[in-house]
């Protein structure tokens, strides 16, 4: 037998192992968990922080390892376990003081890792009663992350991801936003490759069995650029817009894409 001194790639992308992708599919499960956990703890009045506080406790009686807790290193490395981004946050929003409030939404992003595999997801949640606008960008955002999971087959190009995230959003004149991309994911929380969420189909790498990538379209009711907040960390829309945001971690399989985080 033949050691490999490191994982078989395509065009620099890992090809996950059939141990691999159990081992990430049982981290997929952890990772569905503790996020839908989260949820269930979500009410008008909390703080994001208080929020975080609790992902980090479910964190540790699930095994599981924050991926975004001191992400960066340096002199600014991430606070908190997740993210919390209420309403105009498009990611990365940092728990702090801010409470939500009855008709928010909330996009709660979780990555973490069990036994040295990484499972990352998002979604963003109402909180109580919303409008319908806002029901409608939910709607519409999560649909683009389908939309792109449908492409994620071996044979398509990574660009056909893309390009029907897109085409789904510009459907319902909404935008999608440019700035952040998704990755492939295993041992470590961002791998090869980049996974825009805009685009011409047919473009980039082939897709094949074996790949495992996050996809996660954020979608905005307004301008689809962005600013980033004095802590370095948050980025919110430019106009003050509401944006959504919906992620799963999906393994590229012979008879299509599997949802690992569903």
């Not at 209420?86 to 973490?112: C, K, M, Q, Y």
């Not at 009711?221 to 999906?250: N, R």
Request: hydrophobic share 35%.
């Amino acid at each position: 037998m033949i050691r490999l001194s490191s994982p078989p790639t395509a065009g620099g992308i890992n090809i996950k192992s059939a141990r691999e992708l159990d081992a990430m599919r049982e981290s997929g499960r952890l990772v569905k968990q503790l996020i839908q956990d989260v949820i269930a703890y979500v009410q008008p009045g909390l703080t994001a922080k208080e929020i975080d506080a609790y992902a980090g406790k479910r964190c540790k009686e699930l095994d599981l390892k924050s991926g975004a807790y001191g992400y960066g290193g340096g002199r600014n490395p991430f606070p908190g376990y997740i993210c919390v981004s209420i309403n105009e946050v498009v990611v990365h929003g940092v728990p702090g003081p801010r409470r939500v409030e009855e008709g928010d939404i909330v996009s709660l992003d979780v990555a973490a890792s069990h036994k040295n595999y990484f499972a990352d997801t998002c979604i963003t949640i109402p909180v109580g009663e919303i409008s319908p606008e806002k029901q409608e960008l939910l709607d519409v955002c999560r649909g683009a992350l389908y939309a792109g999971i449908a492409q994620a087959r071996p044979g398509n190009r990574l660009s056909d991801i893309s390009h029907a995230i897109q085409e789904h959003a510009e459907a319902y004149e909404m935008n999608v936003v440019r700035a952040f991309v998704g990755h492939g994911i295993g041992r470590a929380m961002h791998e090869p490759p980049s996974v825009p969420h805009y685009g011409p189909p047919g473009k980039g790498p082939l897709l094949r069995a074996g790949m495992v990538i996050c996809i996660e379209p954020q979608v905005v009711l307004g301008s689809p650029e962005v600013k980033f907040m004095p802590d370095g960390w948050t980025a919110v829309t430019v106009d003050g817009s509401l944006s959504a945001h919906f992620e799963h971690t999906v393994a590229i399989t012979p008879e299509g894409p599997e949802i690992l985080t569903e």
